[in-house]
């Protein structure tokens, strides 16, 4: 079912690298509900990846751009509001890596070079972002920027390694610089705190299979799918969220609240039990 919720709606939707990315997700949705908008991701990324599909299905452009250079972004901007004919509405930031994580070094062994560069890519290119639009008042008042995040930004969970950090750098930069964008611009930035998902990006976490089992059990409603991402992003997107701003909301099944679940405890007692 659509609501037409981004009718007239441009926007630019960064990341989606194959049907298992949660961006591509958003792409869809986000085309079923009327919005125009342009597909980004880094030159090696769409080389490797099914991007050039994606902007078949939604009939949008694709312009290369490197999130942690400038001038990319500039570009990206620039070109995105000639292709769509004015000002941006919306903006999702969906970019991380780490090669700490990819090389399976622990958080006690990273190597610090690998470390810069996750921060820069996972975090500091939503910084880079922001200023390149802001400079250029590429986004109309009311407009909406998300980027997602995850609650390893908050708590400590095996194997995350440095993404945790770069997580918390990210919701710190949406509180920050959506205080300022929205109280000169009227602009919302906000994260979006994802249950895990077994996307590319994700299924290189060490144990994802163990965390998505655990996370399912404890959740009231279970972990939220990709594609249920997609439709609380188009909320977001939309003007029915029009005075949310500066939030890391929690789309996780009421993961992030819970203690401890009855199923997970049960599962948890049956262990000790075979133990013994």
Request: glycine share 6%.
């Amino acid at each position: 079912m659509t609501y037409n919720l981004l009718k007239g709606k441009k926007g630019i939707i960064f990341g989606a690298l194959n049907e298992k990315s949660i961006a591509w997700r958003i792409a869809l949705k986000a085309h079923d509900e009327g919005a125009n908008f342009t597909l980004t991701n880094l030159p090696s990324s769409i080389r490797l990846g099914e991007t050039e599909n994606l902007c078949k299905i939604t009939n949008s452009s694709l312009i290369p751009a490197d999130t942690t250079n400038i001038n990319d972004l500039e570009n990206l901007l620039n070109n995105s509001m000639e292709i769509l004919g004015g000002k941006i509405d919306f903006i999702l930031h969906s970019v991380a890596m780490s090669y700490n994580v990819r090389k399976n070094r622990d958080y006690d062994d990273v190597d610090y070079d690998f470390f810069t560069k996750t921060i820069d890519i996972s975090a500091l290119s939503f910084h880079k972002l922001l200023q390149s639009a802001k400079k250029l008042d590429a986004i109309n008042e009311w407009g909406s920027v998300v980027a997602l995040s995850y609650i390893a930004s908050k708590r400590t969970l095996h194997g995350y390694n440095d993404m945790a950090d770069a997580k918390a750098l990210l919701e710190s930069i949406a509180r920050s610089f959506g205080y300022i964008y929205g109280k000169e611009k009227k602009v919302r930035v906000n994260t979006v705190s994802q249950s895990p998902t077994k996307t590319t990006a994700g299924s290189g976490v060490k144990g994802i299979q163990g965390l998505l089992d655990f996370t399912e059990r404890m959740s009231p409603l279970g972990n939220a799918s990709a594609d249920e991402c997609a439709d609380f992003c188009i909320t977001l997107f939309s003007d029915l969220t029009r005075k949310i701003t500066m939030q890391n909301i929690y789309h996780d099944g009421g993961f992030s609240s819970m203690g401890m679940s009855l199923k997970a405890m049960t599962q948890y007692n049956k262990c000790l039990d075979e133990e013994e």
